[in-house]
Structures are given as structure tokens and as C-alpha cells.
């Protein structure tokens, strides 16, 4: 049962999701006589930490209850002494948070709780790979996915890519979306797909990534979809430094932010690229294409998580460009080989996920 509660406290967490970043999910589950009696998770409010909301919450007398907890977190000693009177006696902790380093573990050991901690370790750590990684690296987590055809391609040979994945796919797309802080996709898909790069859930809170464009010089049209920002659909533009200054100013203009980076060799570096969005909290970057910017994105070895998406669809062309274009490889003894790889089948796509360093 201990992994069911654990499993729950995993799926509490994830209600927080697009609103933490760039903290982590918790969730909070009070178990008692094998039963759930109290939830909360945290929101990305300053309101109370989930496990004392899961103790408000409860709808049992919490004496002797035992209390679930993805990561360990950052408990204050009025928090403890909540704890302490509800009469929780046990914790279990999913993983340890990369800050505190069992900090909180051994002030509840202290106080005569009795802690459990690794309890599905692999998953709590994928939750919160995000900020694992930020903490360590102090730039984003970057995921990228593609949606493919059986034959390896992003688009038909005149450009055309909606859609390739079926509809279930295109959910799992905007999940992803709705968790990380940024997206980012290259001028030629602005141009050929003007997509709008937001959420499209039908959950009752949405949150919208920072759209992302790389554009050194600006050349993308003026009624760009990307171009219509508001409070809570905002774009930046990752510009060359060589950018026209008219050009600039227009995208300023119309409330579009612009950073500009050194070009290297008529590129901008990924790496550069990823250093400035850490430093500005970017926790988590989904690059979704088109094949030249993953290409490019790759050669860097900035990617961190790849997702893609095999449709049976097949559709030729020569020119049809394919998921990852950039320099790539020479010998196959060099190419990059995800671990940890999954597959999910959806519907008639199939997702592999895996991951890169
Ligand atoms: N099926 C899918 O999941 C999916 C997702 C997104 C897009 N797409 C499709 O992909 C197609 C577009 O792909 P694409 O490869 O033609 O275009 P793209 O990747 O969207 O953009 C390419 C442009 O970005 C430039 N670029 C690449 N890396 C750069 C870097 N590091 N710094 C500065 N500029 C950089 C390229 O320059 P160079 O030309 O000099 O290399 C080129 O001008 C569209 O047909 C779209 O529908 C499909």
C-alpha cells in the first residue's frame, strides 16, 4: 500500500504544475487504517505548505495517521509542531531535496517522528527533474519532442506538418507545455506554421510558457501569431546582436522582448543561449522544433530529455526535412544514445521517451 499513497501523493503533486517553476511539486497525502484522509499540494502561493493543508483538510481525526510526501521540504518549527499535535507518526519521503540534503528529515528525527525516505525514488525524481537540474546547473532543463512519420519526417516537402501526431499526442504536447517555463521553436516554423505556442487544455487553470523565437535578425512576419502577447502569453526573441536596430525596436514596440546574443560562425550558440535564460529563472526549456533549430540544439549537447512521437504515416519527399538536422555525426560509434528509455503507445502513435547526460 505504502507505494499506492506514494504513487497518489505523486499524482497531488502534479496539480501544481505551471504554477511552481522554478520550485518544485509537492504533494502531501495523510494516510490513516490504510485510508486517505487528507490531500494539498503546493500551489505556487505563498498559502501554507501542502502537508499542513493536507492536515486541515482531513476529514478523520489525524491521530497515529502517517503522512506522505514526494521531496523533502524546507518545514519551519511552527510547521513541525503541527505536525506534532495532529499526532502524525510516521513520514515517508519519495526523495530529498538536492538544497536541504536531509536537513528536515533529521530535525522530524529529533523530534521523535519516525521517517522513511527513497519510497519511489525513480518517479520523484522525475517529477521534479526540473528543479534538480536548475538547482545543480543554474540553466534550464531542456526537453525536446518531435512529432514524426514512420518514414522520419517532420513536414511534407512543402513545409506542411498539422498534424502528424493524432489528437491524444497532441494533448500529451500541451501537458508539457503547460509544465515548463519556456518554448522555444526557429524562424522557419513561425513562418511556415505561425503557431500560437500556448496551452490548449480543457483543465480549469492554464498556464502559458515564455514563447521563445530564435530570430537573428528579426525576419519573421509582423502578424505573427507570436507577436500577439497579453499578461499571460509573453514572447522573447533571441536575437543576434547584429539585429537592425528599426527591427528591434518594433518587436520592443510591441511589447515582445528581445536578448541578444553573439552570433559564432553565423549561429547562436546553444550554450549561450541557455546560460542567459537560467540567468533570467528560466527553470525549463521545451524546444519543439523545426529540425535545423533541434539540429542545432543537439550539436550543442544541451538536451537533457527527448520526446518523440512516430505516427504510421508516411509521406516521402526528398526535401522533406527530417527531426534532427545541425552538423551531426560522422560514425555511428559517436551517436548519442538515450538511457532510461520508454515507450507509451497512444492510440496509433507510439512516444518514446528517453534521455541525454
Ligand atoms: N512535426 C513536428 O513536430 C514539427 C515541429 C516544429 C516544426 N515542424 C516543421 O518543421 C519545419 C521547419 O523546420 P526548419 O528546420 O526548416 O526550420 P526551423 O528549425 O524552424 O528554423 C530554421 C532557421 O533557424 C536557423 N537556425 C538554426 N539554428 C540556429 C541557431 N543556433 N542560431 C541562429 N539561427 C539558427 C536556421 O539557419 P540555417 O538555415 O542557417 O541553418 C534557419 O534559418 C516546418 O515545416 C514545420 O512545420 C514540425
Redesign the pocket.
Known sequence: MKYEFMKRTIEVASKGSGFVNPKPLYGAVLVKDNNIIGEGYFDGTKAEVAEIKAIKNSTENTQGASLYLNMEASLGNEDISVILKNGIKNIYFGILDPVLKGKTVNLLREKGIQVETGLLRDECEELNEIYIHYIKNGIPFVFT????TLDG????RT????W??NEDSLKFVHKLRQRVAAIL?????????N?MLNTRLDCPKISNPLRVI???YGDIPNDSNVLKVDDNTKTLI?A?TNIAKERENYFLHKKVNVMKLE?KS?????KD?VKALGKIGIDSLYI??????????FD?GIVNKVYA?VAPKIIGGKGA?T?V??KGIEKMRDALVLKKVTHEIVGSDVIFKGYLY
Request: hydrophobic share 40%.
Open positions: 519532442k518531435w512529432a514524426m519526417k517532420l513536414a511534407t513545409g506542411d506538418s498539422k502528424i501526431s521553436v526557429g524562424e522557419n516554423t513561425v513562418k511556415l506554421d503557431p530564435i530570430s537573428k533571441i543576434s552570433e553565423g549561429y547562436i550558440d546553444f543561449i519543439e522544433g523545426g529540425g535545423a533549430i533541434l539540429g542545432s540544439a550543442s512521437v526535412v527531426p538536422g545541425g
